[in-house]
């Protein structure tokens, strides 16, 4: 268990936008920052990172919290995971308590599946480096490519003997467990025998874009050996291969900073790019590329480049993936190396610059460049251009951006020799037809049950539907406490603002509570708290349910900003809660109209059971009186607001 000083170092030297960074690229929107959702698939940014209070509010999905919680989101960490992956980005020492045997065993399975795997990366490393058969064998093989030692380092290369049990007997040795060993995807089971999965093979950690080692590839050396060439790790509770990118960790802030991702086959196209000085590179390492593979692209660029090895069939067969690019509104181009030569040989022959140099003068858009590969397989035939033509139209329909797809069929006109309105006629074919498609996919799944606006409350009241005015009039009462708990309001009133909302309600309504149990728990964690000045979003967040933790974060994270034209350009003043005496008004107005539509709900309350006495010859005199105190207290409140009540 993490010592609570190291937890509290770690919280204090945090930021939040150099944390949120790391895994997606943010742009100043304000005073506050913005991007394309990590978690959903979206077209306009709905996702912010707000600095001032440390918190991150993803609208897409609905996630939110602080910076720890934003790692455990993104990379599927426990909080002791997403501690130590914080620890270590700052460089803070990690001090442990001692765990009792009972919490050693109730820890988590996530964790020790990344232990488990961290041990066998170092293993196979230790077997390169320090053994006879690793150093004549594996660490040849990867001198022979050209690696440098600096270069295996970086990657973490290692090795494993041709023996069948090498790691299992190191591991159980040193008290890992078997069946964990076999969960992480190390061993394999198999009438009655326990071997390790990888032998005689050079192998390639495989991370996840925090860099905790989730899988391995393992490529085999020996010509003798009738296995497949490449063998991976299956997946596992922390590895789905169609959500991750070879390389990803070791070149994100790289793709970030050049704002383009070079996409290749294999982990050695990545490695040896890297090496020859272009690090804004990945690998979707021979597999087919998938849906959440561009979104983790998306997440640090908007911008690919496919780079394909100088193989006409290998070109084609890596064409299905594109399509599924220009789905994920990223801006696609490709490039083709000479005939025979791969990422890794060009980038060793020409060089970092002359490797960029050629790329860049190379790339095609690539609308053009699929025309241009299946117009060469057509020749004369008719019947296959035309499938080449409905095939393209088909990627250009991919485009959601209709401006886009107007030029892209302009160009393919050109090149097609196809007049524009046929290929236009084409296009729309298709896209009423998938829209027909989606039309059916919405009508074939049942009816979504939206929950009650704002907070999922079951029980309103029926009549004008009070209930739900009186939550929404919580949640803006709350709002302006929570944004501005810890300011002093001058002007008259001389107090802090929470005691301002603690006074006003128990003046009128001694022992009243909120209606919405969420809003009543974080005003008493505000009115606990006595000292004012250190009252702040860290103190909330820490001390209410999950559920007030979310509505916190919802409450203080404004997805919209006034421009600053209204004041600098056009000299139009605009009040804010940042000036004191606006910030009175608005929570002495939002005091007022909750109890207004208090007061209204406790005569709809007092008719009901008038109207439930209807039968009965005896009038409750009680309830009228009550009706009329009630009547005069709205009737005050109503002058207080400047609003008219009609009897």
């Not at 040849?140 to 690696?147: A, L, M, N, Q, W």
């Not at 008259?492 to 009543?520: A, C, M, S, W």
């Not at 505000?526 to 250190?534: A, I, L």
Request: charged share 30%; glycine share 6%; proline share 3%.
């Amino acid at each position: 268990m993490i010592n609570p000083s190291t937890i509290e170092e770690i919280k204090n030297r945090i930021d939040i936008v150099e944390v949120v960074e790391d895994f997606v690229s943010l742009k100043r929107s304000g005073s506050s920052y913005k991007a394309l959702s990590p978690f959903a698939n979206e077209k306009t940014p709905s996702f912010y990172v707000v600095p001032s209070k440390g918190i991150f509010k993803d609208f897409s999905s609905g996630k939110g919290g602080d910076a720890i919680t934003f790692v455990m989101e993104v990379d599927g960490l426990s909080y002791i995971e997403a501690l130590r992956y914080l620890a270590g980005k700052y460089g803070i020492e990690v001090k442990e308590e001692e765990q009792s045997d009972e919490a050693m065993e109730a820890q988590n399975k996530r964790e020790s599946l990344f232990i488990v795997l961290n041990y066998a990366n170092e293993y196979f490393q230790e077997v390169l480096h320090h053994s006879e058969e690793g150093k004549s064998i594996g660490l040849s093989y990867f001198k022979e490519r050209g690696f440098t030692d600096e270069t295996i380092k970086k990657f973490e290369l290692g090795y494993t003997k041709e023996i069948w049990d090498g790691l299992l007997n190191e591991a159980t040795q040193k008290g890992y467990n078997k069946d964990l060993l076999s969960e992480a995807g190390l061993i394999i089971d198999k009438d009655g025998k326990t071997y390790d999965r990888f032998r005689s093979r050079v192998m390639f950690p495989i991370h996840n874009v925090s860099g905790k080692t989730i899988a391995f590839g393992g490529r085999k050396l020996s010509s003798t050996d009738k296995s497949a060439k490449y063998i991976n790790s299956p997946e596992t509770e922390l590895y789905f291969k169609s959500k991750v990118l070879y390389g990803m960790y070791q070149s994100k802030n790289a793709v970030r900073k050049e704002d383009n991702c070079y996409l290749v086959e294999g982990y050695t196209d990545v490695i040896s790019m890297h090496q020859a000085g272009i690090e804004n590179v990945v690998a979707s390492s021979g597999t087919a590329l998938t849906e959440d593979q561009v979104k983790l692209i998306r997440r640090y660029s908007e911008n690919v480049t496919v780079i394909f090895d100088g193989d006409q069939a290998g070109i084609k067969a890596s064409m299905r993936g594109i399509d599924l690019l220009l789905e994920g509104d990223l801006n696609v181009k490709a490039v083709a190396l000479p005939d025979g030569a791969d990422p890794d040989s060009y980038a060793k022959e020409l060089g970092a610059a002359g490797f960029r140099e050629y790329v860049t003068e190379e790339a095609q858009d690539i609308i053009r460049f699929k025309t241009q590969v299946l117009l060469d397989e057509t020749g004369n035939d008719p019947v296959k251009k035309a499938g080449v033509i409905k095939d393209i139209v088909s990627s250009i329909t991919k485009i959601n951006d209709p401006v886009k797809r107007t030029v892209y069929i302009k160009e393919c006109s050109d090149l097609l020799g196809i007049a524009e309105s046929v290929l236009i006629g084409e296009q729309n074919k298709i896209l009423i037809q998938n829209r027909k498609n989606q039309r059916k996919e919405d009508f074939s799944e049942p009816p979504v049950e939206m929950p009650p606006f704002p907070m999922g409350q079951e029980e309103l009241v029926d009549n004008l539907d009070i209930g739900r005015i009186i939550e929404l009039q919580e949640r803006e009462s709350i709002r302006v406490l929570v944004n501005n708990r810890n300011r002093f309001l001058n002007s008259t009133v001389n107090k802090h603002l929470q005691e301002y909302y603690y006074d006003e309600l128990e003046y009128d309504f001694q022992g009243i509570k909120f209606v919405n149990p969420i809003y009543q728990e974080i005003f008493e964690v505000v009115q606990k708290n006595k000292n004012y000045e250190s009252l702040d979003t860290d103190f909330l967040l820490e001390n209410v349910s999950e559920k007030a933790r979310n509505v916190i974060i919802d409450l203080s994270t404004d997805r919209y900003e006034l421009s600053d034209n209204w004041q600098g350009k056009y000299n139009i003043q605009i009040p804010t809660e940042l000036q004191d005496l606006h910030l009175k008004d608005v929570c002495y107005t939002n005091i007022l109209r909750w109890k207004f539509r208090l007061v209204q709900k406790m005569i709809l309350d007092v008719l009901k059971e008038l109207k439930k006495d209807e039968k009965s010859s005896n009038i409750n005199e009680d309830a009228m009186n009550e009706i009329m105190d009630l009547k005069q207290i709205e009737v005050d409140i109503a002058n207080r607001l400047g609003n008219v009540i009609t009897r």
